[in-house]
């Protein structure tokens, strides 16, 4: 089983450039989660998605939009990058009583 | 709505030491708490998790953690701290209910010395 695959692993972007974070996974859950973590905060949540076509902002939305195409996929934009969106994003989804992560990207933005 | 404290940023022990390493939480409502452990430029890996029955849990790597609700805690231990112990470890909660997003402590940074 493949889990939570998130693409690109790494990016570098420089401001105003957009971008879309893809996560897909192959365990049938219903609900996933967008996270972005920065030293010392933890990881915070972004947007959160109960199904396909269903979504909701989580603690820290502002610059980004999100997409739940179908029940695998949920995809992140960042429509004009900004320095301070310089982070690693997780992506999740929740199973039966734990979340599954992704791998992580590494997104610079310059 | 849920949250999470962890008592100190950086902790450090010898090899051998007891690691303790502290969460506690809010919640109106029973939680769920999970440990997570970080290594350098890795993703998060469960280390353990309580979700409802016996309040010690064991996990991997001789982990453990006893949620206390009179305490509102969810501390992890180790008897005998190893180097490759060395990372960075989350606490988290999230309810039974609703949309289960986690909420994380700040993090904890462990340090193993020799």
């Known amino acids: 089983n493949a889990g939570v695959t998130q693409t690109p692993k790494f990016q570098v972007l420089k401001t105003g450039q957009s971008m879309t974070l893809q996560c897909a996974q192959d365990?049938?859950?219903?609900?996933m989660y967008w996270y972005r973590q920065d030293p010392g905060m933890g990881l915070r949540l972004i947007y959160y998605?109960?199904?396909?076509?269903?979504?909701d902002k989580g603690e820290v939305p502002n610059g980004y939009n999100v997409s739940r195409l179908n029940k695998r996929e949920f995809s992140l934009r960042l429509e004009s990058a900004a320095p301070s969106q310089t982070s690693v994003y997780f992506c999740?989804?929740?199973?039966?009583?734990?979340?599954?992560f992704g791998q992580g990207t590494r997104l610079t933005v310059v | 709505a849920q949250s999470v404290t962890q008592l100190g940023s950086h902790v450090s022990v010898s090899e051998g030491a007891l690691v303790l390493l502290r969460c506690n939480y809010s919640?109106?409502?029973?939680?769920?708490l999970f440990w997570y452990v970080q290594y350098p430029n890795q993703g998060l890996q469960l280390l353990l998790k309580?979700?409802?029955?016996?309040?010690l849990v064991k996990g991997i790597n001789g982990f453990e953690a006893e949620f206390k609700k009179s305490e509102t805690s969810f501390h992890l231990t180790k008897p005998s701290a190893h180097m490759s112990d060395a990372a960075e470890y989350f606490c988290?909660?999230?309810?039974?209910?609703?949309?289960?997003?986690?909420?994380f402590g700040s993090g904890t940074r462990l340090q193993v010395q020799p």
């Open positions: 988290a909660v999230t309810l039974d209910t609703g949309r289960r997003a986690l909420t």
């Open positions: 998605s109960a199904s396909e076509g269903t979504t």
């Open positions: 999740a989804s929740w199973g039966y009583t734990e979340a599954f």
């Open positions: 365990m049938n859950h219903n609900s």
């Open positions: 919640s109106s409502v029973p939680p769920y």
């Open positions: 309580y979700t409802t029955g016996a309040t």
